[in-house]
């Protein structure tokens, strides 16, 4: 029945595809594909005959169904049910077809259509990405990861494998109930892929590195269809590559083999305050950085937010957590002197804080970040770039623009995480003890309107250049871009250093020669 309704769909471009299926027929090997059944050549070859009035995306969404039936939807039917994103732009975007990948050989199969047909396609796996295109595509075909949710832990406690289609509070949901964990993303609807891929942010980092130096083996379909599995002894050029230099050069992720480890109750939430205590919470934070290493169990983060009128206007916060159920532990000591307007922290579990974290404001959306040395001089500089969020921001809330909702947020990268950074021979990021401690800066600014776009990015781009400018005239700019909180034309892998740099550009080579993930998976960061 699917075959017939994309059969009769409008058709929207009378081209035939870049290879005629009949010659798929003959030699399918030649293509990468096993024999196929006597039904699956019947239905290819009815394809066959109608294939000169379909556009490449019709006939790749075709052949896909016949080759993953019952997992295939087509825009513009009546099976077809849109899957929802983070932020509206992405939610905007629509695919020819989606498959509800159950498998890595489902997804081999799509991409050796992809690479038959020229029609692109993209990858969702929790859909955070703010930029239109980052996990969505118009016109292709859409691999919707969510069914490989798949959540299991090692007999010895010491690994757990993790389907790429979960959000991360599926994940603790699972591992909490066992009194285990993983390194892994703060916030509930996060997802596994996109995140650890991307870096990692953790409120286990200060023990353990980000999520991408804790990854023991990746399951990753490569650019020619074949599935492999990569760790340090197996692949370990791509073992390098996967950890935060995105799947999306490289390959589609389908498990994660994390380090498990004991994980009981932990102690933690948010804080709010007046803005009279910045310059209290600023300093508190600076500190925090600097000191992080004494207590590797310590991670927090701070915030600045426009809450609206009948909250006073702007509100700062904190995010303090502790790895054991120990409240207000030595080393939040002087956070703890600081008077909150609000106290939301308890002892809890990894899934109660991350639900608690979780934005769900599906707005227009957009992130861009940067980083600076927390050297001396570096609580200065906050104050100053918390002075311009404020100039920079506050105009457009003068202009009543709908929905706008800024917020700036730093985030430590301590030394005790880079030196975890390093394990099993290092990740991409290209970032070492020699940078000394760094936080990085992020905006996430939200607005309703699309005829907002121009004023509230420029204003956003332009808040971005003045805090690099200040931070590297205070000889504190760095060159490290944090993948998962940049805007896509910001210069991610060119802060990872010159020789990671072509270390990537040397691995993608060598799995993907013609650039397939380059030409046909587009729209996500590419080197």
Known sequence: MLLAQILLL????????????????????????????????????????RVGSLDECQSACALLSILNPGNVSIFGTAGYTPIPYWSVQQSEVTPACRLDATSATSISKLVK??????????????????????????????????????????????TASVGSGNTWYEVYNVLDGKNVSVVGGREAGVGVGGLTLGGGISYFSGRYGWACDNVKNYELVLANGSIINVSPSSHPDMYFALRGGSGSNFGIVTRFDFAAFEQGLMWGGSRAYSMAQNASLIKSFYNFVNDAPTDKFAHNYIAFVYAGAALGGYVGASGPV??????????????????????????????????????????????????????????VLMTKILDIFIEESQPLLQKNISGFLPTLALQPISLNIIEQMQKNGGNALGITTDDGPLVIQNMDWGWDNEADDAVVLGAMKRFQRRCNETATAMGLGSRYVYLNYAGLDEPVYAGYGEENLAKLKDVKQKYDPENLFGRLWPGYFKL
């Not at 058709?11 to 096993?34: I, N, Q, W």
């Open 10 to 49: 409008p058709l929207l471009v009378a081209a035939a595809p870049s290879t005629p299926l009949s010659r798929l027929l003959l030699t399918p090997e030649t293509y990468g594909f096993d024999q196929f059944s006597s039904a699956e050549r019947a239905q290819i070859d009815q394809l066959t005959s």
């Open 322 to 379: 502790y790895g054991k159920p120990e409240a207000n532990p030595p080393i939040f000591a002087e956070l703890d002197a600081i008077p909150s307007l609000v106290d939301a922290t308890s002892i809890t579990n990894m899934s109660t804080l991350a639900i608690e974290l979780n934005q769900t404001a599906y707005q227009r959306q957009m992130f861009r970040d940067l980083s600076f040395k927390n050297g001396p001089g570096a609580d």
């Open 113 to 158: 259509i992809s690479k038959l047909t020229n029609c692109p396609f993209a990858v969702k796996g929790g859909g955070h990405v703010a930029f239109a295109g980052g996990s969505s595509i118009e016109n292709g075909m859409l691999v919707n990861l969510a069914p490989l949710n798949q959540v299991t832990l090692s007999k010895d406690r010491t």
